[in-house]
């Protein structure tokens, strides 16, 4: 035990670098537990009785802290391991002090704190400052400590990484936590398997702190209306989740609504629309856009401009003048610069609207990313109108004459495009059941080489394409997909990634074309036949226009191939239950164990019976054999590959409706189930009418 007064650094001791803020965390350490390994010291010869710290100058640094903040004196002892050597063999052992340490694990992290806290009966804050870590990294751990058994086994084995877990942990539901675990794994399959996929995963159903609807609605109101805060202690306070959008969204509705009518009371136009949203294309629905002409120049914007227009003129003459110097030039370009700013912003009109418009035209209040409610700059109508404009120059507006659109006019969705009930599928949806549904087709046909050489060749038989390269106008061009973001891995993307490693590659590695074009020729008839197939695969495309509406020729490939969609797909609450009102599932579940199976969930929340629908549709319900055996074959029309005649192009296509509108829970509202009978015979189909209606 050696007085901290007595000792001082030295120039043998390796490690040169500290970080102040882990010094401080030290320095608390040490004040809950003291110095519990020793400094490693050398006696110096002046003054005699005096030592130099060889190693543990991170230990010495901390006390030096605590002498500092008055929790310690300067004398107090330490204990020390003094040792005796040259300057080598001493830098030597602090080299190997410092070098031989592993750090601890984060799961024995984990179940430290865990222990901590059952044993001592503490709290995160006490660990922290007992620590000298922040409370926020206590909570994570103890977060990570209570995640669901196999995902922490798996980061207690080292075959998951901290990150991973962290994105697991981002919510304390084990439930939820193993459903997306039984996807996703360890998380090492490659790309859209990594953590941020987890992360949105996991995050289904719930919005962010930092969604515009939040920022409109603000924490306090949305905790205060009852809704509910999932921190994500791993990442900022933004990727907190609110669980229960739906407080939020009726906040924010409420908010919207009384903006919309005070704007529309002073704009005098016909109607303003509230949307929850940054985007008003899914509102737009069957509303015109009104194309309005600028506003003319008032008489001193018209002089101005004709003004600016002779002045222009004036210095391209002068700047043609090959003998001007150059700090002329400068100034004449800078004036020509600003002449043309000034002419930009005054030809820049806004847009006029006739007075006679206003009781006819409308616009949407919608949100900014900052949550602030913002009015749409562009108007709309139900009527189409158009623009005259008299000998004066004078603008007034005209409708055209049946040009009103009207909701019932609209032709009835195909049948892959709409939910069990008969109610029109969202477009999102629509989109990623069908890049899904497409990765099924492409999955199978890499495996059969010749139906991939009949298609390739009808394709580019019957398509002209007018790109040309490398002396040839055929191509296998990338698919278009829809935007729908990143989906879950799917076992067809896991065949088409195997399939990929499996290829004979060895050709691409060569520089030029000539030279790999002699090498793709070496490979035998299976290699290239491999290729060929992967190709085509690769090429499919998930839909062929913006509408909803499946490929007839794609439906005829798959026909051949025999293709099983239900081994391939199972529906579950994130890729389609959530999608579909309730109404749409309570009428699957009549399809499948009849209406006393549906009349179980008439009462519930969609969430509730998404979840359970789940279960049912992957086999993990405890049912009626047959009833098992019915779900486990169902999929929507939306993924099964439709006959020719049923998928044959008609007018009209999915509603034009967001997310939110798409899942909105219509019976809950009314408060009406929609099988008022449970004792009604389960074989007894549902009304199809009542089942919409309600």
Known sequence: M????????????????????????????ILAYDILQNIVVEPVKKPRGHFAVVAGDRRYAAAHILVGRGDWK????????????????????????????????????????????????????????????????????????????????????????????????????QDKQLRVFETYGVGNH?????????????????MRGDDPVALLVTEPAYVDAGGRIERDLF?????????????????AGALLEAE????????????????????????????????????????????????????????????????????????????????????????????????????????????????QMVLDSQYYSEKQLRI????????????????????????????????PGGKPISQRLFDELAVQRRDILAANLIGNPGLALDYALFAMADKSVGYRQYGTTIEAKGP?????????????????????????????????????????RALDDDAKAAWLAFVVAMSLEAKPTCDARQNPLQNRVAQILDIDVASWWRPTAVNYFLGVNKAALLTVLTEIGGAALSSRYAASKKAEIAENCEKLFSGNAIVEADVRERALAWVPNTML???????????????????????????????DAPFEDADDDATDPVDEEATIAA
């Open 260 to 371: 919309a009518v005070r704007l529309a009371e002073d704009s005098g136009l016909a109607w303003i629309r509230p949307i929850a949203s940054t985007d008003t294309w899914s509102a737009r629905g069957d509303l015109y856009i009104v194309n309005l002409p600028p506003a003319p120049p008032t008489e001193d914007e018209a002089a101005r401009l004709e003004a600016i227009a002779t002045e222009l003129e004036t210095i391209e003459t002068e700047m043609e003048d090959e003998s001007l110097s150059d700090e002329r030039y400068a100034e004449l370009e800078a004036s020509y610069d600003r002449l043309v700013e000034e002419r930009d912003a005054l030809s820049d009109r806004p847009p006029m609207l006739p007075d006679d418009w206003k009781s006819e035209v409308g616009c949407f209040l919608k949100l900014d990313r900052s949550g």
């Open 190 to 206: 490659g790309y859209g398997s990594g953590p941020d996929a987890i992360r949105r995963q996991i995050a289904m159903g719930s």
């Open 480 to 520: 278009q997909d829809p935007n729908v973001g990143e989906l879950p891995v799917s076992r067809a993307r896991e065949v088409i990634a195997q399939a990929k490693d499996e290829l004979d590659a060895g050709w691409t590695g060569h520089k030029t074309d000539v030279e790999r074009f002699e090498a793709f």
């Open 641 to 671: 590959f439709l006959e020719a005649a049923a998928a044959a192009p008609l007018e009209g296509g999915v509603d034009d409706l967001d997310d939110e509108d798409a899942g909105s829970e219509d019976a809950d509202e009314t408060g």
């Open 235 to 251: 990442t900022e306070k933004a990727d907190d989740r609110w669980i229960d959008p739906e407080i939020a969204d009726r906040l």
């Open 388 to 419: 005259e404009r008299d000998e004066d120059g004078t603008i007034t507006g005209a409708f055209e004459e049946g040009s009103a659109r009207r909701s019932f006019d609209k032709p009835a969705p195909r049948p892959e495009a709409v939910a």
């Open 74 to 173: 300067a004398d107090r002892d330490i204990p020390a391991l003094v040792v005796n050597g040259t300057g080598q063999h001493l830098s030597a052992i602090s080299l190997a002090e410092n070098f031989q340490r592993e750090a601890m694990s984060a799961a024995d992290e984990c179940l430290g704190f865990q222990t901590i806290i059952v044993d001592e009966g503490g709290d995160a804050a006490t660990i922290a400052k007992r620590f000298g870590i922040k409370k926020r990294f206590v909570d994570g751990r103890l977060r990570l400590a209570s995640l669901a058994a196999p995902i922490f086994a798996a980061l207690a084995e080292g075959k998951m990484t901290l990150e991973v877990a962290e994105a697991y942990a981002s919510t304390d539901n």
């Open 2 to 29: 050696i007085p901290l007064s007595r000792i001082r650094p030295s120039d043998r001791n390796v490690r040169k670098t500290k970080n102040g803020q882990t010094l401080e965390q030290l320095a608390d350490n």
